[in-house]
């Protein structure tokens, strides 16, 4: 039995411990918002956190998730409130929109850790997370745009 | 789901040409899955009953769109969304004539039936950056004739003329007196279709034109919208499949010891894809999969390397192939030329990989079968399903989920992925998803073709273009297919191997292009702009080398040689003065600039670059885009700056190869996809244009490689000549 806490909800899991995170998430939890790429690594878009660090769940063993918490895109936000939902609004990210899920819980982390990112910033939290439709553009505008929502006092 | 094309300007001969092919394409696609529908869809206002809500809560004035006594109006859309923006750009249209409330837009996947088909095409499907123009009409007078539906029932309730009401935001007016869209959905329903709608002047349109925001943005970024892959039934199993590591290899016998004992395995089957592992989780299979031993037939590629095809393809081209074009003697002018150049061309194999490795689940019964898939090709998955099943075609339902991601590869002629899983289904007693590894997707073959592209030019003395010869090597993506006879009618070559070749619009005396077709068990398949994916560099690249020759400035010599093309000139003006063409940058950097039409838009890019210790960096595209009459500028954009980084991520990065049969690249890190710090600014700048509307996803492709392979001879004096770019390698 494997407990972790899943957006704020306590879950126990009778699974295989060498199971990665990603699919547990998706098959057991039934949270489908993670997505898989590549399974190795390469292309973040099952990108989800571990106790606030960005990790990527494809090749995480859902043994490292014991007694942690886990946040997937589901529980970024209740209502696409998070400042990065607002831009990404704004700007019209999406194409596809497949490795939106990664791509938004890799800049959650930047933003937090660094309010006010710089371009160099941008490019070293989200290098790991391929689009394949291209909008890196769209992705680095927005991101601008949310460190400006937070910085006029929006949320978080 | 979208995908923008359309009918070209009725002087260009060669448009309708390649609109020609493509229909007749279609129409084989479905004699060939069935006898499906054959033939073009015409609009017509009829009655739909299709899977609706609870009676007398909406009402469907046509098959299109449906109006509920709430006010939200779903638009029905024909088209697969797979990034393109067909959800809002196809909605925008229907609302615009309907004069609705854009707030209470909604829209929906339509399901599979003759009334959804593409109506150009003839089948429902979603390519050939098709969707926008192919839809104008027909979204347009879906709304019109719904609108008029709504009029009609207000005029009655109030006892007045219908030509004294008007619309606004969702409702119908007369004098002060007001009634919505859903409080005339009951007696609306009740009346009979008009048989005759009027269109708006273009100069009333109050949605369309305007760069509105996409409809489908929410559920994709709180993990909510589902594709295919996250499909789930009651009861489902997932399986995953050893496929042949070389192509045309097949099974020979496997060992299923170790992997039958393993948790969550349910069952273990040979299909004719190979053999399938059924188990409770993807996780379970697919560690199951790894562990069957299989012994493979190998066939006749075991020895087929990529390296010895590009070989034989140099040794074909110097030699005279099958005629595509030919104006004037461009052999004579050539032996007669004051000055001449030749360059050859290589392309690689590409994988499309989609971000949303492909997936299919069948839900089959008795007497029925439901498929869930991201398709592009729906009359013929469906039909193909319902081979498979065992089931006539109209038992067969399938629904279009979210793409992550086409490009051309859920367009497949034979539905390999959707039939695969139907044949798993048939042995698992359950709903079945099978999901292909990133490792299956990409080396699961239907890969953008090689090509060599050999050309020979000539200019006289006052530097004047006077001859080109173009010849081509490479595989064709029709033939080998059941459509192969229809679609070539009988030529040697095939017109998707030489598009953007065959209508050089340069003005050049002497043009001869030739085709040969090489015979390889690769199977190809269309890639994001098909043809133009390659013969847009050679083409670009080499009329950079004629402009060296006669020692002119590249953008200069293209700009004498379009005189009698203005709406080429138009776009090569406008990317030249926004990117400030001829203006010093600073050391180290170089522009590189590149003109093309397809999918009846035209485009031009510039590049501009620097090159360190042999690595390109591109720091900034500069595109501009002519597709005629335009829906929504924002989309427009966007597509235009995914597809200059779909063709630079092809530029730069990516090849696939063969070694004794065997892919070579397996992940993203050896068929690698531009990333964030590579990605250089984009601007986008549309003309304004009263011409019809063009495609809008495959165009921005083609101009992409050859403006960043000009740009990096403008910074090295390097010619390119090969893709992906290897500057070690460079002429």
């Not at chain 2, 390649?18 to 696609?29: S, W």
């Not at chain 2, 292009?513 to 690249?541: K, Y």
């Amino acid at each position: 039995m494997i407990g972790f806490s899943v957006n704020g909800k306590r879950v126990d899991l009778e699974v295989d411990p060498s199971t990665p995170l990603l699919w547990v998430i998706r098959e057991q939890l039934g949270l489908t918002g993670t997505k898989y790429g590549c399974g190795v690594a390469q292309c973040g878009a099952c990108t989800v956190h571990i106790n606030g660090e960005a990790v990527r769940s494809c090749v995480a063993p859902v043994s490292r998730a014991a007694g942690t918490s886990v946040t997937t895109i589901e529980g970024l936000s209740p209502d696409l409130s998070h400042p990065l939902q607002r831009a990404w609004l704004e700007e019209d990210v999406p194409q596809c929109g497949y490795c939106q899920s990664g791509q938004l819980m890799s800049a959650a982390v930047l933003l937090r850790e660094k309010p006010a990112p710089s371009d160099e910033d941008i490019d070293e939290a989200m290098t790991g997370n391929i689009c394949r439709c291209g909008t890196y553009p769209r992705i680095r505008k927005a991101i601008h745009r949310a460190a400006e929502m937070v910085a006029k006092g929006g949320a978080r | 789901m979208i995908r923008q094309k359309m009918i070209g300007q009725e002087t260009t001969s060669e448009n309708a040409g390649r609109g020609i092919q493509r229909r007749d394409f279609l129409k084989v696609t479905v004699a060939a899955s069935g006898g499906l529908l054959i033939g073009f869809h015409f609009f017509g206002v009829t009655q739909l009953a299709s899977a609706q809500p609870p009676l007398g809560s909406s009402f469907m004035p046509n098959a299109f769109v449906r109006i509920g006594t709430d006010e939200n109006i779903t638009v029905i859309v024909n088209h697969s969304e797979m990034g393109q923006g067909v959800y809002t750009s196809l909605p925008m249209l229907l609302a615009d004539e309907l004069d609705a409330d854009w707030s209470k837009i909604g829209y929906e996947p339509a399901p599979v039936d003759p009334k959804y088909n593409h109506p150009v095409f003839g089948v429902q499907m979603t390519g050939g950056s098709s969707s926008v123009y192919s839809g104008l009409q027909q979204f347009r007078q879906a709304g019109a004739a719904a609108r008029a539906l709504l009029i009609a029932a207000a005029a009655q309730q109030w006892n007045v003329d219908a030509a004294t009401c008007r619309t606004e935001s969702g409702a119908v007016f007369n004098g002060t007196r007001k009634l919505t869209y859903g409080q005339l959905v009951g007696a609306a329903a009740k009346l009979a279709p008009p048989a005759n709608v009027q269109l708006k002047d273009p100069k009333d349109f109050k949605l369309i034109g305007k760069p509105l925001k996409r409809l489908d943005t929410s559920v994709k970024i709180n993990g909510t919208a589902e594709f295919g892959i996250d499909v789930k039934l009651p009861g489902m199993l997932t399986a995953v499949i050893a496929r042949p590591p070389i192509f045309g290899a097949s099974v020979k016998n496997f060992d299923d010891t170790r992997a039958r004992s393993m948790p969550g395995v349910r069952k273990i089957i040979a299909i004719p894809a190979g053999v399938a592992v059924i188990a409770d989780t993807f996780w379970q299979a697919k560690v199951a999969r790894d562990a069957l031993r299989v012994e493979w037939d190998e066939g006749k590629m075991a020895n087929f390397n990529t390296s010895t095809m590009m070989q034989d393809f140099r040794e074909r081209a110097k030699t005279p192939g099958p005629g595509v074009r030919k104006d004037g003697d461009a052999d004579s002018a050539l032996a007669s030329a004051a000055k001449k150049i030749d360059a050859v061309y290589e392309v690689p194999y590409l994988s499309h990989l989609m971000m949303e490795p492909l997936n299919c689940v069948v839900d089959l019964r008795a007497d029925s079968c439901e498929v869930w898939t991201g398709s592009q090709f729906q009359t013929v998955d469906r039909a193909n399903a319902a081979r498979i099943a065992g089931l006539p075609t109209e038992k067969v339902q399938l629904h279009t989920t979210f793409l992550g991601g086409g490009f051309g590869r859920r367009a497949n002629p034979q539905s390999d992925f959707v039939v695969e899983a139907t044949h798993v289904a048939k042995a698992a007693g359950a709903p079945i998803k099978v999901i292909w590894t990133r490792e299956d997707d990409m080396q699961g073959g239907w890969y953008r073709p090689a090509f060599l592209h050999a050309i020979e030019g000539g200019i006289d003395a006052s530097g004047n273009a006077v001859s080109w010869r173009s010849r081509l090597v490479g595989q064709s993506i029709m033939e080998g297919t059941p459509f192969a006879a229809m679609m070539m009618k009988g030529k040697a070559y095939d017109p998707a191997s030489v598009e953007g070749v065959d209508d050089l619009p340069y003005a050049i005396p002497n043009v001869t292009v030739e085709c040969h077709q090489a015979e390889i068990g690769v199977p190809v398949q269309w890639l994001r702009s098909v043809g133009h994916s390659h013969t847009a560099f050679a083409v670009e690249c080499f009329v950079d080398e004629l402009a060296a020759l006669a020692q002119k400035d590249p953008y200069q010599f293209r700009r004498q040689l379009l005189q009698k093309q203005p709406r080429y000139l138009g776009v090569l003006d406008l990317a030249a003065q926004k990117a400030g063409w001829g203006k010093p940058l600073p050391k180290g950097m170089g522009r590189g600039i590149a003109v093309h039409f397809a999918f009846e838009s035209y485009s031009a890019h510039v590049a501009e670059v620097s090159v360190t210790d042999g690595k390109v960096r591109v720091h900034r595209m500069v595109c501009a885009i002519d597709c005629g009459q335009y829906v929504n500028p924002g989309i427009i954009a966007a597509q235009t700056e995914g597809g200059a980084i779909f063709g630079a991520s092809a530029a730069l990065f990516q090849e696939l190869t063969f070694a004794n049969g065997r892919l070579q690249q397996t992940n993203f890190n050896t068929f690698p996809v531009m990333r964030m710090n590579e990605c250089p600014e984009i601007e986008t700048h549309i003309v304004e244009s009263k011409e019809k509307a063009g495609g809008i996803g495959e165009p921005g492709v083609p101009c992409a490689a050859p403006a960043i392979a000009n740009a990096v001879f403008a910074v090295t004096g390097k010619r390119i000549r090969r893709l992906p770019i290897r500057l070690t390698e460079a002429v």
